[in-house]
């Protein structure tokens, strides 16, 4: 699948949008409100493109909106974890993304990644530090991963801006050989963006994303996983069936 830049100062403000989007992230600040709930009455749906519905929220304290993406995906969880679990992956499906891979100390359950996301001149690039928690039920076969902001953890460049508030839940349900994903996300981007440009272009980011991670994960080297569940029924890894 190839997605099109777009070009002229919408197109610039799309792309600032999309560094708001990516494995898009939870800040730790304690005065940052949690995420609304995934079946809270005020979310509004503001497109539906095929298999995606996106809906947004006004946030208390914040010109920016939340937003809610549910994609009914063509593709069995086992493959969609797969490209999950590789930390460039960002580069393939999230929309914008330059540059991304894993550092520090880290497991399966509980790691650290970088990620850039490139920028139409004049607007600066914008980078994540991020750590990422996930964790499954084998009772009802759902994963569930957090993404979260913590800008401290590396040193900030020049030439980006660090986001450094952003928080991300995505919600994985098995449905036979398809999976239905939540993606809900709020994000306080850095720098003098209007609330009300950002959350008028804010539902196609989403979108783009992840029409390009269905796409993404149906490639041959995203094939041949399977889910490994512990015995006290918690996700322990993501493996190749034949290793």
């Given at each position: 699948m190839t997605i099109t830049r777009a070009h002229g100062f919408k197109g610039m403000v799309a792309g600032v949008l999309s560094t708001l989007m990516f494995l898009t992230l939870p800040s730790l600040a304690s005065?940052?409100?949690p995420l609304p709930p995934e079946d809270a009455r005020e979310w509004t749906l503001?497109?539906?493109?095929?298999?995606?519905?996106?809906?947004?929220?006004?946030?208390?304290?914040?010109?920016?909106?939340?937003?809610?993406?549910?994609?009914?995906?063509?593709?069995?969880?086992?493959?969609?974890?797969?490209?999950?679990?590789?930390?460039?992956s960002c580069k393939e499906w999230v929309h914008n993304c330059t540059e991304s891979y894993a550092f520090g100390q880290g497991d399966f359950h509980d790691r650290y990644a970088y990620s850039v996301n490139d920028m139409p001149w004049p607007v600066?690039?914008?980078?994540?530090?991020?750590?990422?928690?996930?964790?499954?039920?084998?009772?009802?076969?759902?994963?569930?991963m957090d993404l979260n902001a913590v800008p401290g953890m590396r040193a900030e460049f020049n030439s980006r801006v660090r986001v450094d508030r952003s928080d991300t839940l995505y919600r994985f349900t098995p449905n036979g050989d398809k999976t239905r994903m939540v993606w809900v996300q709020h994000t306080e981007p850095n720098g003098a963006l209007?609330?009300?440009?950002?959350?008028?272009?804010?539902?196609?980011?989403?979108?783009?994303?992840?029409?390009?991670?269905?796409a993404v994960a149906k490639e041959d080297k995203y094939q041949g996983y399977q889910l490994e569940w512990g015995e006290n029924g918690n996700l322990q890894a993501v493996v190749p069936t034949d290793r």
């Open positions: 005065e940052h409100p503001r497109k539906e493109v095929d298999n995606i519905r996106i809906y947004t929220m006004d946030q208390s304290n914040s010109g920016f909106q939340a937003f809610k993406a549910v994609a009914d995906l063509d593709v069995p969880l086992e493959t969609l974890m797969a490209v999950m679990i590789n930390p460039e600066t690039d914008r980078d994540y530090v991020l750590r990422i928690r996930t964790r499954g039920n084998a009772d009802t076969g759902e994963v569930v209007p609330g009300w440009l950002v959350n008028n272009l804010l539902v196609d980011i989403p979108v783009k994303s992840l029409q390009a991670l269905e």
